[in-house]
T-cell receptor, first 116, second 112 residues
Framework: GQQLNQSPQSMFIQEGEDVSMNCTSSSIFNTWLWYKQEPGEGPVLLIALYKAGELTSNGRLTAQFGITRKDSFLNISASIPSDVGIYFCAGQRLRAGGTSYGKLTFGQGTILTVHP | DADVTQTPRNRITKTGKRIMLECSQTKGHDRMYWYRQDPGLGLRLIYYSFDVKDINKGEISDGYSVSRQAQAKFSLSLESAIPNQTALYFC???????????FGQGTRLTVV
């Protein structure tokens, strides 16, 4: 079954508020990624994290790779209406030998609604 | 043109029918994936292929089969469709040296 637990499942916020969502796993991942899916489209990568403890920003988005390598969080500051969508975390492990990446495992997604 | 193209975009089929969803990519990636998206369950991996001759089952492969006809083409088949296979299906690609996966626009399949 699915290995990643993402929360919250949905959020309804006012424009200008900050948003926080997180993802936890029972096992270690080498890479954590955050994707956004807009209606009628496939997911698009927002941020990729490669090292435990890493904190990375992309505009108003900030994500961190947990020290235990079993969790990650995504923050969105000063939300705007175009932030609406479904946000997915994904974990990835290195394949045996450590020279290439394996398959992606996704969380259940967080549905974000922003009220103007 | 999209880098990852899925056909058809929408399909309604009857229970028991065989259906094939197709995916082609122009990114030159060696890896291709099929995911299924259901509300509240996120994206679940059906099958993945790391190379033309390397095809693997994902977490929910029962009732599905795949064919990697070429590096750029990866098709998903439902041999005998059933209503609980109604879902949004995504194809994705990646390279072995990069974490980022690129997704197609999805195929909305309804089995009645």
């Amino acid at each position: 079954g699915q290995q990643l637990n993402q929360s919250p499942q949905s959020m309804f916020i006012q424009e200008g508020e900050d948003v926080s969502m997180n993802c936890t796993s029972s096992s270690i991942f080498n890479t954590w990624l955050w994707y956004k899916q807009e209606p009628g489209e496939g997911p698009v990568l927002l941020i990729a994290l490669y090292k435990a403890g890493e904190l990375t920003s992309n505009g108003r988005l900030t994500a961190q790779f947990g020290i235990t390598r079993k969790d990650s969080f995504l923050n969105i500051s000063a939300s705007i209406p175009s932030d609406v969508g479904i946000y997915f975390c994904a974990g990835q492990r290195l394949r045996a030998g450590g020279t290439s990446y394996g398959k992606l495992t996704f969380g259940q997604g967080t549905i974000l609604t922003v009220h103007p | 043109d999209a880098d990852v193209t899925q056909t058809p975009r929408n399909r309604i089929t009857k229970t028991g029918k065989r259906i094939m969803l197709e995916c082609s990519q122009t990114k030159g990636h060696d890896r291709m994936y099929w995911y299924r998206q259901d509300p509240g369950l996120g994206l679940r991996l059906i099958y993945y292929s790391f190379d033309v001759k390397d095809i693997n089952k994902g977490e929910i492969s029962d009732g599905y089969s795949v064919s990697r006809q070429a590096q750029a083409k990866f098709s998903l088949s439902l041999e005998s469709a059933i209503p609980n296979q109604t879902a949004l299906y995504f194809c994705a690609t990646s390279s072995r040296l990069n974490t980022e996966a690129f997704f197609g626009q999805g195929t909305r399949l309804t089995v009645v």
